[in-house]
């Protein structure tokens, strides 16, 4: 199984400044069509989780473009170029390349 | 608009069952595949199962493997979990969600069913 780790597991964020979430996995998440297979969710608190990231860079339809994607193979990492207090809420990535699909164990952000 | 409705959550017994169901409107329902995602209580996302567009390829978390039956009706736009053996820790808030460019994935999630097993 793809085992997929975060770091930090939380983080405080004075808003305007920037933040950064490191994702790895276990595996290449590379796929043979030459996108990575790592997409990035954030659960804002007492709501479903939504899509920010695609294809390890892809932003979602409405993400605001303060949210981006890099990395490749195993490293991955998203990015908030200057962090809002909308942005509070638990941020996780996961790999849907291999079954079982699996999550990172989650980044919950604050504001300070 | 995508929506995605689902029901059926509610107080089991250890070892009982249990069938959730996930109503979607909004796009072309077999065009896409389909996971349920769980979260128990204060804790995190956790895959649990996906099926492609057409259903002829399902997959499992080994957790719930042997015991979760994950099936769709394209006919009726509806996807579905059959729970059995249901353990104390399979508590949680089921999400169903619509994949984007994969068979899993979560381009759309809906509101959850919460799933209490307890005696």
């Known amino acids: 199984d793809i085992v997929m780790t975060q770091s930090p597991l939380s983080l405080a964020v004075t808003p305007g400044e920037p933040a950064s979430i490191s994702c790895r996995s276990s595996?290449?998440?590379?796929?043979?069509?030459?996108?990575?297979?790592v997409d990035w969710y954030l659960q804002k608190p007492g709501q479903s989780p939504h899509l920010l990231i695609y294809?390890?860079?892809i932003r979602a339809s409405g993400v605001p473009d303060r949210f981006s994607g890099s990395g490749s193979g195993t490293d991955f990492t998203l990015k908030i170029s200057r962090v809002e207090a909308e942005d509070v809420g638990v941020y996780y990535c996961m790999q849907p390349l291999q079954s079982p699909f699996t999550f990172g164990p989650g980044t919950k952000v604050d504001i300070k | 608009e995508v929506r995605l409705v689902e029901s059926g959550g509610g107080l089991i017994q250890p070892g009982g069952s249990l069938r959730l169901s996930c109503e979607a409107s909004g796009f072309n329902f077999s065009n896409y595949g389909l996971s349920w995602v769980r979260q128990g209580p204060g804790k995190g996302l956790e895959w649990v199962s996906a099926i492609s567009g057409s259903g002829g390829r399902t997959y499992y978390a080994d957790s719930v493997k042997g015991r979760f039956t994950i099936s769709r009706d394209n006919s009726k736009d509806t996807l579905f979990l059959q729970m059995d053996t249901l353990r104390a820790e399979d508590t949680a808030l089921y999400y169903c969600?619509?994949?984007?460019?994969?068979?899993?994935?979560?381009?759309?999630w809906g509101q959850g069913t919460l799933v209490t097993v307890s005696s």
């Open positions: 294809l390890g860079s």
């Open positions: 595996q290449s998440l590379l796929h043979s069509n030459g996108y990575n297979y």
């Open positions: 969600a619509r994949a984007g460019y994969n068979t899993a994935g979560g381009t759309y």
